[in-house]
């Protein structure tokens, strides 16, 4: 069990980690070489900037990776821990670096939580900053029991999901989901430079959401990409000759050469599918309208102007948001009746129908819209 | 002065529109081949179905760019409105097909609204999606005083920011901000494509916003795309060759050069620096901590660990929440008091530096902290 601990880098996980170890009851001990950084995080309450007295039971080591295997060869020279673990975005270098040079690599687990906020610094820390989030262990050949078995633990005190892989598969899928992409909005940001103040006028939500990760500290992501540098570069690689495709498709479709157009537009339709399907089949973030757990309420409305508005205020009184409006069907066709059909827990749902009929709307109940009826459905969520 | 409003088009931009005049006392016509969109629009609040006894001061089409000109010529042929503008991404296309054959081209103004919503048809609609959103007109050199004036006072209905610009002037610009960049975002998502179901534990938050834009409907988007193709393959165009010099880089840190290799980080350092530095010269969608109309309000706090976690707490509980914090700041060096400066807009910071010195806290007064002073940043916001 961790009684003690101590996190060694106090930016934005690091003191995250200890402020989520405090809560529990673990013993904290910060290591920064930047004072002010120890500091801050003291007086957030993550714990305390008193060295151990003997070794903790494990020590988070929360720097970039190419500094993984020599901060933990120096703390192992000092007795800091009894385990190791790491939170670096890369890991089979590390890895690599680790068995070659680390005084006891066997005391060692990589660790790579998916979590991050846009601010870093121990001032954005917040001790949820896992809750519900993968975390990822990549223990090496060395690897023992022990060292594992407290890397679990932290992540169970960190209100974390633990997943297990090799560190060679964790890098050439971070290459896929997180660094490639990273890089390629940081293009995509780039090609705003040195154009008019104009162009500002003409950047939605749309860009600023594209170009978030681009935000990133240039420093630290060069230390990550150039610890993946050969699994990104294969990704890139791939995506060049997407690129060059996709550009061969917009060039006739520039040209308006009758004879290729018609297969360009198939071609960048089937470009712009694969990017929906995708995405499609990542599971929701949090569960959304109509999904497994969610029960339906259908209410049959009055054809009259500002009906629907009415319901959907009703509704929200009753904690049913406008997110959990899945469609208006027209189950007896267009002339008929128009119905409207919330998605939520079943508890919640049931709460729902019950208010909305108390306060006289027209319940369906559930038997009467059968599943077997295809619905017209006008602005599902896109 | 419209008092009278046509929407071709009953989806999210055109119901959204239709909500925001409606509210402002404009009798508004609601128009789509989809009789079950009109009817939710309607039902929404957001106008009649019924067709107009006589010609609408202005009708807003809001179809995709490929079928602008053909809807303004058969809705000029019927003689709907007295003037015409629309909403759709790309404009240059549209207008040369409006000049060159809709009955009255002078009568039309073309217009683009920078805002949209992830989800899509009338059910997503709200009447401030254009709250202070920049607008775009594009006059073409036919384009009547009377119809521009139209579209300009429903900029205003709507609260919109206006901005004119040459149609192909406007084209150029979104096939950077908007485009390309959802082409890129389409490649990156597609890359997930046939990977196995564990590569979804490694997709975190920076993933999902920088793939968002590629959840759009597909022939929508193709549509938009194809009428804008010349102007987007050269943006790709150059992207590729950004990308070309990128995987260079790449494949020299990937094989441990060591000859190139601390030129290849530092091109690799510059390309995401570049990113950094325009992304940060775009203004703040919202005024953040310490801009130009924000008062600091700062507080001394004592060395004990969790005094800023209270004094956090505290200053929530008066409206001052974690995003207010700009940095905690050391003005007398490493060894002195250590500093909290908050900031937030003028009328707040008062109060807030009022209630704070009420419950105990020690706040700063203004003049105690001199600007030339250097502070010491540590969590900056990143």
Not at 231 to 259: F, H, K, N, W, Y
Not at 310 to 315: K, M, S, V
Request: charged share 20%.
């Amino acid at each position: 069990m961790i009684r003690t601990l101590a996190v060694v880098g106090t930016g934005l996980i690091g003191t995250s980690v200890a402020l989520a170890a405090v809560r529990r009851g673990v013993t904290v001990h910060l290591l920064d070489t930047d004072a002010s950084a120890v500091r801050t995080a003291e007086l957030l309450g993550a714990g305390t900037a008193r060295p151990p007295g003997e070794p903790v039971d494990l020590a988070v080591l929360a720097v970039p990776p190419s500094k993984v295997a020599d901060v933990l060869s120096e703390q192992q020279a000092r007795g800091l821990a009894r385990s190791y673990t790491d939170v670096a975005s890369v890991k089979a270098g590390p890895e690599r670096e680790v068995l070659a040079r680390a005084p006891r690599p066997a005391h060692f687990v990589g660790g790579h939580p998916m979590a991050g906020r846009e601010r870093s610094g121990p001032l954005a820390a917040r001790p949820d900053l896992f809750q519900g989030r993968t975390w990822v262990l990549t223990p090496s050949r060395l690897t023992s029991k022990r060292a594992f078995d407290r890397a679990l633990e932290l992540i169970a005190l960190c209100g974390g999901v633990p997943a297990v892989m090799q560190s060679s598969a964790h890098d050439e899928t971070v290459a896929i989901t997180s660094h490639a992409p990273h890089l390629m909005a940081s293009l995509v940001a780039a090609r705003l430079g040195g154009r008019s103040p104009v162009t500002a006028l003409l950047v939605g939500q749309g860009f600023r959401d594209a170009t978030r990760i681009a935000r990133g500290e240039a420093r630290l992501w060069t230390d990550i990409i150039e610890t993946n540098a050969a699994e990104i570069a294969g990704v890139l690689s791939a995506l060049e000759s997407d690129l060059t495709q996709l550009l061969t498709a917009m060039r006739d479709l520039s040209a308006r050469d009758p004879r290729n157009r018609a297969q360009s537009r198939r071609n960048l339709t089937a470009l712009l599918e694969r990017g929906v399907a995708a995405l499609e089949s990542l599971p929701a973030p949090a569960p959304g309208p109509l999904a497994a757990d969610t029960a339906r309420v259908d209410v049959t409305i009055a054809e009259r102007p500002g009906e629907l508005a009415r319901l959907l205020d009703t509704a929200a009184g009753y904690g049913a948001g406008p997110d959990t409006v899945a469609a208006p069907v027209a189950p007896h066709g267009p002339d008929g009746p128009l119905v409207i059909r919330f998605g939520l827990a079943p508890a919640e749902a049931a709460t729902l129908a019950e208010k909305l009929a108390a306060a006289g709307w027209d319940v369906v109940r559930e038997d009467d819209v059968p599943d077997g009826r295809a619905p017209a459905l006008v602005g599902a969520p896109g």
